[in-house]
C-alpha cells in the first residue's frame, strides 16, 4: 500500500504542477536590463559597482552608465553550468567626458531571479578602441573591436575560465 501511495503522488506532482510541470524557470532573457537594477562590473575607468537604469541610463558616484545604443543583448551558455548567461555592450565614464565601451557578462543565481555579474569579457584600455560586435560560439566568444584613431579593426577571442573565475583571451595574443 505504502509503495502504490508513492506512486500516486508522484504522478499527481507530475501531473499537478509540481517541479516537473513544464514551466521554465526564469532567467536572464525574463530581466528588463535597460530598466534593471544591479552589479555592473568594471567597464574602462568606472568601478564594479551596484546601478540602477532606467531606459538603459544610469548615474552611481561619479560614472554615467549606458546601454551602447542600437545594440542587442546576447545571451548563451558562455560557463558551461547549463544556464543562458547575459552579454551587453555597456559605455562607462565620467560625466561631461568620453566613454570607454566594455564587454561585460551577467548571469542570475541558481533561482534564476538574482542578477549578479560574471565579469568584464574585455575592456580595452583607451576610449577610443571600442567592442563594437560580438558573437558566441560552443562558449567561445569571439569580439569585434575598433580603434577610432587608427580606423583599424580586428577580432579577439575570450572564453571563460572556471578556475579563474573570470574572462581570458584565448587566441594567443
Not at 570607454?100 to 576610449?127: C, E, F, K, Q, Y
Request: glycine share 12%; proline share 7%.
Amino acid at each position: 500500500m505504502r509503495a502504490v501511495s508513492a506512486v500516486v503522488l508522484a504522478a499527481g506532482l507530475l501531473a499537478g504542477g509540481g517541479a516537473a510541470s513544464g514551466q521554465a524557470a526564469p532567467g536572464v532573457r525574463d530581466v528588463d536590463w535597460r530598466n534593471a537594477e544591479f552589479t555592473v562590473p568594471p567597464v574602462g575607468p568606472c568601478p564594479e559597482q551596484s546601478v540602477r537604469f532606467a531606459d538603459g541610463a544610469a548615474e552611481a558616484g561619479d560614472s554615467v552608465y549606458r546601454f551602447t545604443p542600437e545594440r542587442e543583448i546576447g545571451y548563451a551558455d558562455v560557463t558551461g553550468e547549463g544556464v543562458e548567461d547575459a552579454l551587453i555592450l555597456m559605455d562607462c565614464g565620467p560625466r561631461n567626458s568620453e566613454y570607454s565601451r566594455a564587454l561585460i557578462a551577467m548571469t542570475t543565481g541558481p533561482d534564476g531571479v538574482a542578477v549578479r555579474p560574471l565579469g568584464t569579457v574585455v575592456s580595452p584600455p583607451v576610449w577610443t578602441q571600442v567592442p563594437n560586435r560580438f558573437t558566441i560560439s560552443q562558449g567561445d566568444i569571439a569580439v569585434g573591436l575598433e580603434d577610432f584613431d587608427t580606423g583599424q579593426n580586428w577580432t579577439e577571442h575570450y572564453r571563460w575560465a572556471q578556475s579563474a573565475r573570470a574572462f581570458v583571451r584565448v587566441d594567443g595574443r
